[in-house]
Every structure is written in structure tokens, then in C-alpha cells.
């Protein structure tokens, strides 16, 4: 069984904000205490949001009250400390929910993803293969969501499901589980 | 291969970041000797450098990093604050 689904996101924004001020006034509009720290995201009010820079935030939102929202963000940070950009066709979702998922992306990506160094609430951008990925663990035992712009998306796809099927190919983990 | 740490990511392989020459102010008022000099001529020390890398698979900041170019030890990583912030010789 093949465990690579491709994940309909409705909308992806790019959060550009400068200052103290703006990211409690974003953070506020979120419904969430903070901004997500380096290399975390949390699940707001409006989809997932994700770390991508220290003044950039990515939120990926699944569905609904789409259309006013970016307006709405923008006017919750400011004329002056950001922007919002929509990116919704900048990258695709794969989510690979498998209980070997972390064997599997080892074959084709650097990052330690054991769960006491890479856990639920973290993403980070690396590279699979030689592509650039934003990589969001999801909550649950073996689950990831894997942002990949749509030209390599076929290159990562075959990655993965090359090490899906071939279990020899994926990396075991070192060390005692 | 080369691990550097960046300091907003954590440590990281060298594939991810691109390397962006050694660290040193650009003169604004030169004579064109001088900045081809800047440009092409590189001091290439062998022992510490100053350097600047950007890491550009993850967040897409640059930072200094002050490597052994002898014996490829990073001693130091640190953001780039400023635009005009070219690091302290190393």
C-alpha cells in the first residue's frame, strides 16, 4: 500500500512581518499566543502556520472563508510591517502517512527526523533529494507533510515511492527506537 | 562534507547553503583598480576566514562563518544583521 496522497490546500499565504507590535496583532487575528517559533508551526484559527524565515510565516489553510482573508491579515499587521501574498499555486501538499514514514524520507533527505529531535509540532525547509521542501511533521505516530513546489513535485514523488516499495533502499534508523 | 550549524535552523549539510565569497566591505568611492581588486583579487588565506554563506534550502538567511580553510573547522556562525555588516576580520 502506498501511503502518498496528494493534499488539496485551498490557500497558502506568505507572511512577511517586521516587529515586535505587528506579529502580536497577526498572532491575535490567528487565534494563537504566538507566533510559531524558528523551525515550528501551529495549527491557528485559518489552516497551519508555518516558520519559513524570521519575518516569514506560511499559512496553509484547507478551506473557507477564503476570499476576505487576506485582507483581513494584512490589515491585522499593518501597511508598514508586512505584506500577504498569495502563494496558494506555489506548492503542492504530499502527505506520507505510513509507519515507516521516517525510514522512507531518510532515503532521499539529510534532516534526523527521530521524533526527540523532529516532533509534532515542528516543519523545517531542507532538501529532498537535490529539491527544496518545507517538511511539517503532523501530529500522530508516523505522519509528514511534505510542501514541494509543483515542477519537482514528480522528481519527489518518485523519491518517495521508490523507498516505499523497495524497502531495502530505506535508511533504518541507528541506535535503540 | 561540511555541517554548518545556522543559526536559526540548527545544523545543517553544505548542499543547503550556497557560499557567498569572503566577508568584506565593498568601498563605495573607488577607483576601478580598487574594486577589481575587491572583486577578483581574494586574500585566500589558508587558516581562518571569514565568510559569508546563505542558507538557501532552508531560511534563506545569510550569516558569517568564520571557517579554517586548513582543516575546514567552523569556529563561529552568526546572522548578518545589516546590510553594511561585513563581520570583524577573523
Known amino acids: 500500500m502506498i501511503a502518498l496522497s496528494r493534499v488539496p490546500l485551498a490557500m497558502q499565504l506568505a507572511l512577511r512581518v517586521r516587529g515586535h507590535a505587528a506579529r502580536v496583532r497577526l498572532a491575535s487575528a490567528l487565534h494563537i499566543p504566538a507566533m510559531p517559533s524558528p523551525n515550528r508551526w501551529t495549527a491557528s484559527s485559518h489552516g497551519d502556520l508555518l516558520w519559513l524565515g524570521p519575518e516569514e510565516f506560511l499559512l496553509a489553510q484547507p478551506g473557507s472563508d477564503l476570499i476576505a482573508l487576506p485582507t483581513f491579515l494584512a490589515t491585522a499587521i499593518g501597511p508598514s510591517d508586512g505584506a500577504v501574498v498569495d502563494v496558494s499555486s506555489a506548492r503542492v501538499a504530499l502527505d506520507l502517512d ?53 515542477s519537482p513535485e514528480d522528481y519527489v514523488t518518485r523519491w518517495l515511492q521508490d523507498a516505499i516499495v523497495h524497502p531495502s533502499w530505506r535508511v533504518p534508523p541507528e541506535g535503540v527506537e | ?66 571557517r579554517d580553510t586548513l582543516t575546514h573547522d567552523i569556529h563561529e556562525v552568526r546572522p548578518v544583521r545589516q546590510p553594511d555588516d561585513f563581520g570583524s576580520p577573523a
Do not use: K
Open chain 1, 98 to 150: 505510513e509507519s515507516d514514514a521516517r525510514e522512507v524520507l531518510a532515503s532521499c533527505c539529510a534532516l534526523d527526523l527521530h521524533p526527540s529531535v523532529f516532533a509534532e509540532d515542528h516543519c523545517a525547509q531542507t532538501l529532498i533529494g537535490q529539491a527544496p521542501v518545507v517538511l511539517q511533521r503532523l501530529p500522530g505516530p508516523s505522519s509528514f507533510r511534505i510542501l514541494v513546489r509543483p
Open chain 2, 1 to 66: 562534507m561540511l555541517q554548518i550549524t545556522c543559526p536559526w535552523c540548527g545544523p545543517r549539510d553544505e548542499p543547503e547553503f550556497h557560499y557567498g565569497g569572503e566577508g568584506m566591505p565593498l568601498p563605495p568611492d573607488s577607483t576601478d583598480a580598487e574594486w577589481a581588486a575587491v572583486l577578483y583579487q581574494r586574500p585566500n588565506p589558508a587558516g581562518r576566514t571569514n565568510e559569508r554563506w546563505v542558507h538557501w534550502a532552508g531560511c534563506r538567511q545569510w550569516m558569517h562563518v568564520v
